[in-house]
Each structure stands twice: as structure tokens, then as C-alpha cells.
């Protein structure tokens, strides 16, 4: 039954990752099993002696960024790595599959948040405090570092990067509309959800659309535990954040361009068609707003806008970087009606793995080691690392894209805010429930009582044990 579980809680999860940044694709390698050992000629990240290392290292991941961590760890200390990147939709089976079936490669797996509790109960991840974990506790950002750890408090697993959520706002729109672009001012336009439902009629009324889809606020609307000591939590804010995306969806207040989609991404970079509720929900498939080329065929005679704002994690920074192209330099990043997180790729050994002191020298070289942060900081054009002292050595670093906005200092302050014991392991499961229902209403399926009380069926019958008040 618990592989079972996890399986299907695993697939949920990597499914999500698959749209995000960090996302990955199915290189069609395959790892050998075995060990090998050897001596290098090199020095560890951290400086120790070269027998200390073995000559390979095999890493599984979701996240092609460790291509480019293994191949510089490669050329610092001699080691070969063979990096799988697996497609986020085959990566569990993989990983239960060689685990379970006792394989010792690969050495280093990864997990996405709502992927991890279910990996450690399973014992999939290694005891990273009995490598030596607790002597960097505090140099990591607190909730990136609660998360690795398991439900006895036991580190798992570390990301090299934080995800806390911001909005990211059009400033020439701003300063037209609002008569202002700073970010503290912008975000009183944001700062809960009947101001955000106001500023999307005041944008819409001087021609423009607050966001592209009515999706752009899901990541801020978390800011209490859907489970609370066993009972389910739908708290008035949950409420009105249904309501603010229903009455998105039906005031005609967005683009109607569906989150990932062609016209979501063509946003970003200047006009995009206003397509019609029918198209986001799919009722209307006359326009394919999965390829570009159709795309632009099918919506050449419709009414057009400009989107001002995305609600999307740090990781959006790399987003929009690769799709702002003329709007480069008219952005800006402000916080939103509440602390959000989202993705995020957490490193750690496999328990099975016969080079865990190689592997663990590997995760510390890509989370703990201030040079990689520098050099990880530079190649990526923005991410945003979870060492401490790296976003503070680069508080004061200015952002282009943003029109010199300090971003780094900006996400360190929002990543302070973030309350990981508002996590739980139903999460997945609950916000697609409350999804539904938000959908079931928006499009007129359902009346807003009944979406609410079919929820409440689905979650009984989901979860018999949970106690559920309606």
C-alpha cells in the first residue's frame, strides 16, 4: 500500500515540476548499476584530500541545472558525472523502481517539496546529519532548510536555490495607469484579494488586462495549513480567493491565456489577443493556444492588449528573462497579498548508493559552497541561491530586466516570510479538489454552495480518517 501511495503522490508532484523552470526531459540515458572507486588527482569542493573522492559519480534528477553543477564539480575535482535528466513523468518509477529493487546507482536523486515527505518515509533519501549536516544549520535560508528535513527533524536533503513567489509587473503600465512604479506602492495594489479584483477593473477600464490567466495568484493563496491536526482547514481566505478568480474569469478582467500556454508567454513580451472564456476552457478549440504558429493564424483579426503583471516564484525570473525580449528593462517585482513558495529541486543521497561520501561532498559543493553560488548566480542570468551569505554579498546586485531592481535582497526578504509548517502532505490532493470546484463555478457548471459541498465529499472520500466540519 505505502509504495502504492507514493507512487501516485510522486507523479502528481513531478508532473507540476514539469512546467516549471527547473523542469527537465527524458535524455533516454540509462545508468549502470555497480560501483566503481578510485583515487582522483584532484581536491574535493571542500578541499580534502584526493583518495577521499571515488572517480564517478551517477546523478538522477528533474532539473537540468545539474548538468551544468556536475560538469564544473567535474573540472574541480576530477570526478566523472553521469547526469540522467528523467522526464518529470517517468522520474518516479525510475527512482522506486532502482531503489527498491536495491540498485546502488544512481547515488544523488532530487525531490520536489510535495514529493519529499513520501520519499524519506519511503527511505529513499540518506541520513545527511550523520555526514555532518548540523554544522552548516543556519547558513541556508530557514524554510529551504526545513523542508530537507524529514518528520524527525532528520536533514534529507538541501536545494541551491529558494522559490518564494512575487509579482512581476509591467512599470511603463504602472506609472500610465497608477502614476507610479515603485515596488512598495505597486504592491498595496496587490495586497489582498478585493484590492487585486479593484486594480484589475481600473486596468481593464484604461485598456489593459491585470494578468493573462486567472491562475497568476494560485501561488499566494496557501497562507494557512489546509490540515490542521487532522481536521481540514478551508479558512475565509481560501473563500476569497475563490471568489477573486471567479470574478476574474467572469468580469472578463484577464487575456483568458491559460498558464504555460503560447499567449501566456507572448504576454510577457508586448500584445497578446483577448481570447474568450470558451478558449481557456477548452469549450472553443478553434484556436490551438498550444502552438505558436496556429496561434497567431487563428487570433490575427481579434482585439488585442497588454498584460501587466505575472504572479510567479523566483524561479519566473529565468522565465521571463527568455521571453520579455523588447519589454526588457520595463519591469519591476513587488510582493504579493501573502507569502508564497513554489518548486524548488532539493538534492540528497540515495540510501542505497556505495559512494556516499563522494555524493555528499557533491550536494555541499552545490548548496553550501559560496564560489558555486557566485558562479551558479552569473550563469543563470538570476536564479535565486538558498546560501545566506551569497544573497547577501549580492543584496545590492541590479537587475537589468527589472529596471535595476536588487532582487536578491528582495527575495531573501520574502523568503523570510514563508511559514513551511503550513505544508502539509495533502496539499496536492486538496488544492486540485479546490481547483475543481473553483472551476465548476467560474464557468457557471455549479452554483458556488454546491462546488463547495462537492469538495467536501471528494476530500471525505479521499481521506476517511480526516475531519471534515462544513
Not at 40 to 55: H, I, Q, R, W
Not at 204 to 218: H, L, M, Q, T, V
Not at 285 to 312: C, H, I, P, Q, Y
Not at 418 to 434: E, L, N
Amino acid at each position: 500500500m505505502k509504495i502504492k501511495k507514493l507512487l501516485s503522490v510522486l507523479l502528481a508532484g513531478a508532473m507540476t515540476l514539469g512546467l516549471v523552470a527547473c523542469g527537465g526531459s527524458d535524455t533516454g540515458s540509462k545508468a549502470s548499476t555497480g560501483s566503481t572507486s578510485g583515487e582522483s588527482t584532484e581536491v574535493t569542493a571542500d578541499g580534502a584530500t584526493a583518495t577521499e573522492l571515488d572517480d564517478k559519480l551517477v546523478i538522477w534528477t528533474l532539473a537540468q541545472d545539474l548538468e551544468q553543477f556536475a560538469e564544473r564539480y567535474k573540472e574541480q575535482t576530477g570526478v566523472e558525472t553521469e547526469v540522467v535528466v528523467i522526464e518529470p513523468a517517468n522520474y518516479p518509477t525510475k527512482v522506486q523502481t532502482a531503489l527498491v529493487g536495491g540498485e546502488t546507482e544512481p547515488d544523488i536523486i532530487v525531490g520536489e517539496p510535495q514529493m519529499l515527505g513520501d520519499m524519506y518515509d519511503a527511505g529513499f533519501f540518506a541520513n545527511l546529519d550523520e555526514m555532518g549536516a548540523k554544522d552548516y544549520e543556519g547558513q541556508i535560508v530557514d524554510y529551504v532548510w526545513e523542508v530537507g528535513k524529514d518528520a524527525d527533524g532528520i536533514q534529507r536533503a538541501i536545494s541551491y536555490q529558494i522559490t518564494p513567489a512575487g509579482i512581476y509587473y509591467r512599470r511603463d503600465i504602472a506609472k500610465t495607469v497608477f502614476g507610479t512604479d515603485d515596488p512598495d506602492e505597486i504592491g498595496k495594489l496587490f495586497k489582498d484579494y478585493p484590492t487585486i479584483l479593484e486594480t484589475a477593473k481600473t486596468l481593464k477600464a484604461a485598456g489593459y488586462r491585470i494578468f493573462s490567466s486567472d491562475s497568476e495568484i494560485n501561488y499566494f493563496s496557501g497562507d494557512s495549513a489546509w490540515v490542521i491536526d487532522g481536521k481540514l482547514n478551508v479558512d475565509e481566505a481560501r473563500e476569497k480567493y475563490m471568489d477573486l478568480v471567479v470574478d476574474l474569469y467572469q468580469g472578463d478582467l484577464t487575456a483568458y491565456a491559460n498558464q504555460w500556454s503560447t499567449p501566456w508567454y507572448q504576454a510577457m513580451a508586448g500584445s497578446v489577443p483577448i481570447l474568450t472564456a470558451e478558449i481557456q476552457n477548452y469549450e472553443d478549440d478553434s484556436v490551438n493556444v498550444w502552438d505558436a504558429e496556429s496561434f497567431e493564424e487563428a487570433t490575427k483579426d481579434l482585439e488585442r492588449t497588454e498584460v501587466f503583471a505575472f504572479g510567479l516564484p523566483a524561479w519566473g525570473v529565468l522565465t521571463m528573462r527568455d521571453n520579455v525580449k523588447e519589454t526588457s528593462g520595463l519591469w519591476g517585482v513587488c510582493a504579493g497579498p501573502a507569502y508564497g513558495f513554489g518548486g524548488g529541486t532539493f538534492i540528497g543521497i540515495s540510501s542505497n548508493s556505495e559512494r556516499k561520501e563522494t555524493a555528499w561532498d557533491f550536494v555541499k559543493f552545490c548548496t553550501l559552497n559560496e564560489e558555486t553560488a557566485d558562479w551558479w548566480i552569473e550563469v543563470s542570468e538570476g536564479d535565486t541561491v538558498s546560501l545566506v551569505s551569497a544573497l547577501e554579498k549580492h543584496a545590492n546586485d541590479e537587475n537589468a530586466v527589472y529596471g535595476g531592481e536588487k532582487l536578491y535582497a528582495f527575495w531573501l526578504e520574502q523568503a523570510k516570510g514563508i511559514d513551511y509548517s503550513k505544508v502539509t502532505q495533502y496539499d496536492k490532493a486538496i488544492d486540485d479538489a479546490w481547483g475543481q470546484a473553483i472551476g465548476a463555478i467560474k464557468t457557471g457548471e455549479k452554483d458556488k454552495a454546491t462546488a463547495i459541498n462537492d469538495f467536501y465529499d471528494l476530500i471525505q472520500s479521499t481521506y476517511p480518517d480526516m475531519v471534515i466540519e462544513r
